[in-house]
């Protein structure tokens, strides 16, 4: 899949992306079944390895809790045994039955009713939750509503900024308004734009010792660019 177009200029987002699906292909992600497994993954995922967030989700889902209503049932103890190699277990329990208690309040335990809204109101609302900030609140938005809001997170930064495209200390919205501003509002994009990073991330351009020679990204290391050409 590309989204060049041989009729328009083809910006540096563009061609950084078909660099990395070249070299990686699509990535299927995010890895969840259903799309409150997405929810779960995505408020567990706060400062700890993907490793953890699957053991955790393993353990959710053996004890019959990877259903909004079975979690809202669930008492907080209970929650944060079975998250406890995710990590600050006791705020990440309450965290999730801060999601539940909300979708059971306001939308009848129903997600479609929830993701009806759209993708402005549907952000604003989750940012008021408490324990869900931006990159939380547009991986659910992406993963699990399927609407086109453009996920950042430290991979994100860490290319970026080495390729001179943002500076280190750029926030959330900054960096966020580079992929907005340049690429179309495409859910499908915006997925496998993030998943690319995220695999390219971790494979070379890692925060000790970057593999830079092997990069598919390799070619544009220190150009400098800004924004879109």
């Not at 939380?136 to 290319?159: H, N, Q």
């Not at 994009?189 to 598919?216: D, G, M, Q, W």
Request: glycine share 8%; net charge positive; with cysteine.
């Amino acid at each position: 899949m590309s989204v060049s177009n041989r009729d328009t200029p083809i910006n540096v987002l563009t061609t950084y992306y078909d660099a990395m699906f070249a070299a990686f292909g699509p990535q299927g992600w995010w890895p969840a079944r259903t799309r409150f497994e997405v929810i779960v993954g995505a408020i567990l995922t706060q400062n700890t390895a993907w490793t953890n967030v699957e053991a955790a989700i393993k353990e959710l889902k053996a004890a019959g809790l990877l259903r909004p209503e079975a979690m809202h049932r669930a008492g907080l103890a209970h929650i944060a045994r079975c998250i406890r190699s995710a990590g600050y277990f006791n705020v990440k329990a309450r965290r999730l039955k801060n999601f539940t208690d909300y979708l059971f309040e306001r939308h009848g335990g129903s997600l479609d009713r929830l993701f009806k809204t759209d993708g402005a109101t549907l952000r604003s609302t989750l940012l008021g939750l408490n324990g869900i900030g931006p990159e939380t609140a547009d991986s659910i938005i992406l993963y699990a509503a399927g609407k086109p809001e453009f996920v950042i997170d430290a991979y994100t930064k860490r290319i970026f900024s080495r390729h001179g495209l943002i500076s280190e200390a750029a926030g959330y919205d900054e960096v966020k308004a580079l992929f907005t501003g340049c690429l179309p509002p495409d859910a499908a994009l915006f997925n496998e734009y993030h998943a690319l990073i995220v695999v390219t991330a971790k494979e070379f351009c890692k925060s000790r010792k970057p593999v830079c020679e092997a990069c598919p990204l390799k070619a544009y290391l220190g150009k400098g660019a800004k924004g879109c050409l």
